[in-house]
């Protein structure tokens, strides 16, 4: 048997390489600046309007004995979360707060400041996430990389590749120079789905959008409805960058790194086919 | 070491790393320089909006059964200004609207003489920048027949709020609040002055006698103790020169986002 050889494939093409990056820039910051937002008040609720007296997710410092203490509430669950939620910051500097000085931008309570940056790069994201979507249209990246095939989906294959995932053991050969069904469904999720929601319900918190396409807010139930799910929605997109950077660490790191920044991804082949 | 000690230094150490993080980014994030150039994108959202919402297109109105039991009053609930404490002892009965700046016939309005004006209702959603929303019932005299009453001269081109309540205590008195606003939301049809809340006269906490409704705005921008609306120029001379309270405390002008 030949031996295996390390062969560089170019595997993403410049504006997905571009575009990867300004979107990690823009979502990053968008994040930060987001928890910004949103700690000016610490509720979600749904429908048209607030209940003040009765929100689905609050983050409250309330008094416990001779301290206080961090609640977190989410519909009935009500949780302590000092330190974290509701309460937090250095020993004898604590403050009501949503989110901890570290989740957000400005670390301390800004909401004009947060304003800026979260508009600021939302213009950078959404310019960005169009340019990504029609190269990708165009140059064939969603059809040949990411709409997923028939084979891709046949129930084996996808057991087969959740079960060698779980296993950390990813394919370093011939099939590697595709990304697999995980992949596939993973990024398009992310981009399709959960990246578009956030500048939909993004939107439909705007008074001025809101004249302009008012049936934004029957899409999604209403202005507080919209900022509830712009929240969840964030959450899910915090999660999905959690498990993508473990898939890039656990799966080759310098590997992955360099085929986002050069293009090119190693695989193995066998000696005399390359 | 002991366990303790350890522990101790750990905390210490991870103190200290992240305050030299937060201090780093805070001296990055809050770098006037840097938020310049951030702010430019406020006209790039007042232009796109401008651009995609028809000057007339309304702001929803809701029904009846939607109006909020809890509306939240913000910002100035009762103000400490002594000539609104007279205002209110009197019941508003010396109360006068001014019209005045770059108008052809300056007007000073009693409530009786607004509430003879022509005027609209509205059920309509507020959107406070903070997040959260109340839904109330509004009526008033809309501002666009009264700018014309008044007649603008040709060089206007705000419209400017001047309120009884100072939020906050300064030196030089700019922490009067203010609002303002360009001819194209002035003129707006539910941009009103609005003098009834719920069927009821403006409760002092949203504002008695008079608040300015502009609805496809957040609520900063719904000047509440109105007494007198000024045509201008530019509103560069005006507080710090932002076009409103919150503006002058780096809030955008353009808030319809």
């Not at chain 1, 504006?15 to 910051?29: D, E, G, M, Q, Y």
């Not at chain 1, 929100?55 to 979360?81: H, R, Y």
């Not at chain 1, 959404?126 to 190269?135: A, K, L, S, T």
Request: charged share 20%; with cysteine.
């Amino acid at each position: 048997m030949a031996k295996a050889e390390k062969v560089l494939v170019y595997r993403h093409a410049a504006v997905t390489r571009l575009t990867h990056w300004i979107n990690v820039l823009a979502v990053s910051l968008l994040i930060l600046s987001g928890l910004q937002i949103f700690n000016a008040h610490p509720a979600l609720y749904w429908g048209q309007k607030s209940h003040f007296a009765e929100p689905w997710v609050s983050m409250t410092a309330q008094q416990k004995g001779d301290e206080t203490v961090g609640v977190t509430k989410i519909g009935s669950l009500k949780i302590e979360t000092t330190g974290l939620f509701g309460w937090s910051g250095k020993p004898g500097m604590q403050e009501a707060r949503g989110f901890p000085a570290w989740a957000t931008i400005p670390s301390y309570r800004d909401l004009a400041d947060g304003r800026r940056w979260h508009f600021f790069f939302a213009w950078l994201f959404v310019i960005n996430g169009v340019v990504y979507w029609v190269m990708s249209l165009l140059n064939g990246h969603a059809r040949k990389d990411l709409a997923p095939t028939r084979a891709d989906l046949a129930p084996r294959n996808v057991w087969h590749e959740i079960v060698t995932h779980a296993k950390l053991r990813f394919p370093k050969g011939e099939e590697a120079r595709r990304y697999n069904i995980l992949q596939k469904g993973a990024y398009l999720v992310a981009a399709a789905l959960l990246l578009p929601l956030m500048v939909g319900t993004g939107l439909t918190m705007s008074p001025g959008f809101d004249a302009a396409a008012p049936w934004l807010l029957d899409l999604f139930g209403g202005r507080q409805s919209a900022r509830t799910i712009h929240f969840i929605t964030a959450s899910l997109v915090v999660i999905f960058i959690i498990v993508h950077l473990v898939m890039v660490l656990v799966s080759g790191v310098w590997n992955n790194i360099r085929s986002m920044i050069t293009g090119r991804y190693a695989i193995e082949v066998e000696g005399d086919r390359q | 070491m002991t366990t303790t000690d350890r522990r101790g230094w750990l905390k210490v150490a991870g103190a200290s790393l992240g305050g030299l993080w937060l201090a780093a980014c805070d001296k990055f994030t809050t770098d006037p320089k840097t938020l310049k150039v951030l702010a430019r994108a406020e006209d790039l959202t007042r232009h796109a909006q401008r651009l995609v919402v028809d000057r007339k297109a309304l702001a929803r109105e809701y029904a009846p059964a939607d109006i909020s039991p809890d509306f939240k009053p913000n910002g100035t609930l009762n103000p400490s200004d002594e000539d609104y404490a007279a205002h209110l002892a009197a019941g508003f009965a010396d109360y006068r609207l001014v019209v005045d700046g770059l108008v052809e016939r300056p007007l000073a309005l009693s409530l009786a003489d607004l509430r003879a004006e022509p005027s609209r209702t509205q059920i309509t959603r507020h959107d406070c920048v903070e997040g959260w929303s109340s839904i109330g019932k509004w009526t008033g005299a809309r501002l666009g027949p009264l700018l014309d009453k008044a007649g603008l001269k040709k060089n206007a081109r705000y419209i400017v709020f001047h309120c009884a309540d100072t939020l906050e205590q300064t030196l030089d008195g700019s922490g009067q609040y203010y609002e303002s606003l360009d001819l194209i939301d002035a003129y707006h049809p539910q941009t009103i002055l609005a003098y009834d809340m719920n069927d009821r006269p403006l409760p002092v906490p949203h504002g008695a006698p008079v608040r300015l409704r502009v609805e496809r705005q957040l609520g900063y921008k719904h000047a509440k103790y109105v007494m007198r609306v000024e045509a201008v120029a530019d509103y560069s001379q005006i507080g710090r020169g932002n076009g409103g309270f919150w503006e002058d405390r780096g809030y955008e002008w353009y808030a319809g986002i």
